[in-house]
């Protein structure tokens, strides 16, 4: 690259540090190819070439979303290698919520001042989602906006671009009462609710530090702890399996994330005692004095994904799901009501 201003540079903006990050991310990038990717990054738009072998309606199913402010946290304890993995989850687990399989991810990162090693280290990150989730990472954009960020900040987002014939969409119509309610656990907070736990910190700094027997990390550290990707196990059980309706628990919890997956005249009901809800949710509520009720509508409590099956297959389900790596459990079942969620 030949292109240098040294104008540009003293408004803050270095374009040789741009190229730098590029390169320096590439090796991360491979790590994510797949067959259908075309072409390098670098390029003014991402190239995929799908392959539609068997499908009768192929449909396209998009989703994008960012970190939030997690962010915050991330700034602060200085770790920035897991958080392009929160990135990617939030999309991925949305696509996979409609049976598609996602194909190809672009992230936009934004920032005071451009590292090009710590941009490295976030893209490490969003490779790592895209390989867990088996999209490929085919193109980004990194936009360094001094005076706008602070020149440790920096926000992100992307999107991901799924597949799915459309007579294996999921979209509820199947469901009905007495269909059972699986709970796929989450890894931790994930990237929802962070503002609150922001809140709950804020006149008790020293408690990221706090290390934690049970939780066997510090608090930091099991905040920082990157959202499961749910997309491979549940490929695995759409294949033997008829799925009736999938909830990607994020901001909104149980009360708002659930019914949406409930076609009308279906209610959730929630076995409680079934729950398994990890400490890190017990010590954030013991923190704030926070109500079970807006536990439940801010946080996962410790199911980042809900599928609900057929009663009689319920027990293949599990197993399904458990050869996959999944320790998942019946949270629940379908019953008569107005689309609501009881505990």
Sequence with gaps: MKSHSEFYKSAGV??????????????????????G?????????GLFRPDLTGMKKPILVSGTDGVGTKLKL??????????????????????ICCGAKPLFFLDYIALGKNIPEKVATIVSGVAEGCVQSGAALIGG???EMPGFYGEGEYDMAGFAVGIVDEEKIIDNTKMTEGDVMIALPSSGVHSNGFSLVRKLLADNKAALDAYDEEMGK????????????????????????TVKGISHITGGGFYENIPRALPDGCS????????QIPRIFKLLQEMGN???REMFNVFNMGVGMCIVVAAEDAEKSLQ?????????????????GDKEVIL
Excluded: Q, W
């Excluded at 270095?14 to 067959?35: F, N, Q, S």
């Design 141 to 143: 954009e990194t936009a």
């Design 218 to 241: 510090t608090l930091g550290e099991a905040l920082l702890v990157p959202t499961k990707i749910y997309v491979k196990p549940v490929l695995a059980l759409l294949e033997e399996v």
């Design 320 to 336: 399904i799901l458990k050869e996959a790596g999944e320790d998942a459990y019946i949270m629940g079942t379908i019953v008569s």
């Design 290 to 292: 926070v109500p079970d």
């Design 74 to 95: 991330a700034f602060e304890l200085d770790k920035h290698d897991t958080i392009g993995i929160d990135c990617v989850a939030m999309c991925v687990n949305d696509v």
């Design 268 to 275: 959730a009901k929630i076995d409680t005692a079934a729950l």
């Design 14 to 35: 270095d374009v040789t540090a741009g190229y730098e990050g590029v390169r320096l991310m590439k090796e991360h990038v491979k790590r994510t190819l797949t067959p």
């Design 37 to 45: 990717a075309v072409g390098d990054i670098g390029s003014f738009g």
